[in-house]
């Protein structure tokens, strides 16, 4: 678990009586998310949203994708039946 910015905190402290609640840590990780402005209207600058997505090709490196299970499908009946849609 994270620590809150001292900005939030204080800021958090100023607005509600009670300081630590729910409501007051909700706000005050909005405030350090940057999120929301703090009572003196200052948001903070580095906050430029979600990170984007990255970007790339997907690796192939297991010869199986997709099944933990290796199973030898022609010979367990039960694993057939449970992969025959699978298995067209």
């Keep these: 678990m994270t620590k809150l910015c001292p ?8 607005k ?13 990780s909005k405030i350090c998310a940057g999120k929301i402005k703090d009572p003196s209207g200052v948001k903070r600058k580095d906050f430029k949203g979600p990170k984007p997505v990255a970007t790339g090709d997907f690796i192939d490196t297991h010869e199986v994708m997709g099944s933990a ?3 030898d499908y022609g010979t367990n009946s039960s694993a057939k039946s449970y992969y025959k849609d699978l298995l067209k």
Aim: aromatic share 16%.
């Design 7 to 14: 900005r939030g905190k204080r800021a958090a402290k100023k």
């Design 69 to 71: 299970i290796q199973s």
């Design 16 to 28: 509600f009586s009670v300081y630590p609640s729910a409501y007051a840590n909700a706000y005050a």
